[in-house]
């Protein structure tokens, strides 16, 4: 069974730092895309940040350059999301998710096929 589990989220004051994990079960994340969604409340779903399996190409939202930094750990199974100062607006579930690599590469959230749970992010002081 294919599985996804996001963990790491949390309260944090504003200019603080997370690193949220992203550990996969049942499948090799080496042959897969992967991206980092968020969605706030009232909001829709959006990209913040995907990595190609192919090339290591990646992708950052503009609201998140220079603060966040995709990774992953091939001999963990596992992708990172490493976000540092943080702001409020950065507040929502974020959700990790999976893409076939023979697929083209895109950030895209209604073009990835295996999602996990989410895990929430506040950021307030």
């Known amino acids: 069974q294919l599985q996804l589990v996001e963990s790491g989220g949390g309260l944090v004051q504003p200019g603080g730092s997370l690193r949220l994990s992203c550990a996969a079960s049942g499948f090799t994340l080496d042959y897969y895309h992967i991206g980092w969604f968020r969605q706030a409340p009232g909001k829709e779903r959006e990209g913040v940040s995907c990595?190609?399996?192919?090339?290591?190409?990646?992708y950052y939202a503009d609201s998140v350059k220079g603060r966040f930094t995709i990774s992953r750990d091939n001999a963990k199974n596992t992708v990172y999301l490493q976000m540092n100062s943080l702001k409020p607006e950065d507040t929502a579930v974020y959700y990790c998710?999976?893409?076939?690599?023979?697929?083209?590469?895109?950030?895209?959230?209604?073009?990835?096929?295996?999602w996990g749970q989410g895990t929430q992010v506040t950021v307030s002081s």
């Open positions: 998710a999976a893409r076939h690599a023979t697929v083209q590469f895109m950030c895209v959230w209604g073009e990835y096929d295996y």
């Open positions: 990595l190609s399996s192919s090339d290591g190409t990646t």
